[in-house]
């Protein structure tokens, strides 16, 4: 039960299972397997231990699982692995996700059950803080908030820092839309997340810490509260940890909504109750962070794999992956894949085989167009690259960035020119103000963009957002500007064609453009199902039933959802 | 003064940088930021009140109007918007006759608001309505969802 399964109704399963289970039957919470689109999910443990799991569970199939008699069609995984959803689990590897839908998130005795803070255990009594950090840098572990910097290093660096206090700070902003991994593992696996963090602050000495949580996510800041208390109970927090004279509190923040936040020194900004506007570095926070003290700060994945390296060593993590990029990546894989969910990959593995192997394939069977990594700063990648291996320096040659792990796939219903302005808006909300380029340059290109989509494009408009971008590049502070092009920079790369079409031949090819498009239905082919009138969201169709549609042309929003639904190929699209 | 800033702003006292969490735990409150609170935030923390204007109208989840009954954030995140999200957010303004230049319905039902993201990307389109979110949003579902709120 985590944000997608309860958006799918997981708890009204969960209270009628309560009602109709019989007493002999133990029913118990979970979190994300991470198959989201099969949500909701149950998992039939018999008394052999065999575990079975069905998937799109429904109030009907209640009654049958309550008498022992499953819907066998929606059996996904089951323990010989020939269920349906199997070859899906069995092309991953499940180091930071390896708790994910097995254990009860809310209870510390399930972690604990599978050698929780046991990592934490051996940090604190069989290790030094050096063994400790050449452990996570011999592992090859970079940080998994988007740009990939060494995780080793990093603490090296915190922990060389003079300073009688320190802090450790966990990124749990995520910001880039289309990205999920981090709220699954807070709501997954929370305790991996604090075990993480409590290692990184006895190798570089803190006693403080943060997680910095957007607000958006109020189930994990649930789960976390709960699992800071258990565990200051358990003596795995708090005062004296395991005996070593080692302390740690963790305080949560919420987040309010800006996504510059996540920017490091924005974050900090934000802890110490400021508007979070970037600030240059260095000093980097490793010298001067948190009020000014020595401050480590890792995204939410990075620290969720550090207590299995610590547990398995470092040699067992660099075995995967690449030359550069050792270990697991956990992609959020979203769009118009069929099996969208949270999946976690050897570094190395191709986008292809991603998308196709376990994801399924494009929804519909249609072609892809295109897909997106690193969100906003990031960039679409086509179909040609596919074969691209996933590891920080492959990706960056496309144009694109690794980013956090958002993964959203496209197909040929998907506008690069609408895509690459849906990014620049998004800049244009978030970027803080501070520098001009940022400010103002992205609302040119943005300006420029909408104009293409109107139709109104002129051929030196390309030129224009080139040399824009550029501008933009050079002059912004932070990330967040100096990656802000990326989005118009790759569709111009790759689909250069489909800008073009807009603005010599004012034609939308993906037919997605409001002021490109025109709906009509023809009388001839229309059944008078009301199917199309029925999904118009601005009641612009009328016609009586068995007789034929008409779409009003003046309050029609050309949002094409009539051309979508209709059965008989009966709206026509010019 | 009003008497609930004051027992909010008293658990926060001697902590730094409490700014924030004291505005989100009054407009969690009150519904919203006035700058009648502003003011008097301002007065008892002696935190000067155009830093806390600063800092209200620097993250977007502060609202300086009084709000709707019940919100409805429509997400605008990447997943949603190739899953139609924007007809999605047409419908539901048809639906309660809102008018574009507006956030909240005459009756104070419903205020509309976008977000960035929920991340429940895997279900879109996807919107909240308060708590709840329903995901793998159609037009045709639309209409039941939003009459049970009254
Ligand atoms: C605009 C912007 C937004 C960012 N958002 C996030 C985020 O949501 N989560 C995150 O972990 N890192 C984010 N980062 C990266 C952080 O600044 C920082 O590099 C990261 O948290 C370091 O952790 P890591 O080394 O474990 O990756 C963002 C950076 C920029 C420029």
Redesign the pocket.
Known sequence: MASCGLAAGADEIYRALEKSLPDSVKLEKTACLGFCYAEPMIELVDEHNESKVYGNITLRDIPGIAEQKPPVSKLMLDANGDAPANAQLAQQVRIVTRHAGRIDPENLQDYLDDSGYEALRKACTAMNAQDVIDTIKNSGL????????P?GL?WQLAKNAKGDKKYIIC??????PGAFM?RNVLESDPHTVLEGMAICARAIGADEGYIYCRAEYPLAIKRLRKAIADAEKGGFLGDNIFKSGFSLHIRIKEGAGA??C???TA?IASIEGKRGM?VLRPPYPAEAGLWGKPTN????E?YAAVPWILLHGADAYAAYGTEKSKGTKVFALAGKVKHTGMVEVPMGMTLRRIIYDIGGGIKDDRPIKAVQLGGP?GGCIPESLLDTPVDYESIVQTGAIMG?GGMVVMDDTSCMVNIAAFFLKFIQNESCGKCTFCRIGTLRMLEILQRIQEGKGVPDDIGKLEELSEQIIASSL???GK?APNPVLTTLRYFRDEYLAHIEKKRCPAGVCRALVHFTIDREACTGCTLCAKNCPVNAITGSPKKPHTIDQDSCISCGACYTVCKFDAVIRS | MNNTIIDVIKKYEGIKGSAIPILQEVQEIEGYISNDTIREISAVTGIPSAELYGIATFYSMFRLKPQGRHTIRTCKGTACHVSGADTIASAIRTHLKLPENENTTDDDRFTVLEVACLGCCSLAPVIMIDDTTYGKLTIGKLARILDSYT
């Not at chain 1, 990124?171 to 880039?176: P, Q």
């Not at chain 1, 700060?297 to 939410?300: F, K, L, Y």
């Open positions: 970079r940080g998994r908030g988007g740009a990939g910097f995780t990093k990124n749990a902003d995520e910001g880039d981090d996504f510059v996540g920017e490091e974050l970037p700060n890792n995204n939410v990075t700063s956090s932070c990330g967040l990656t």
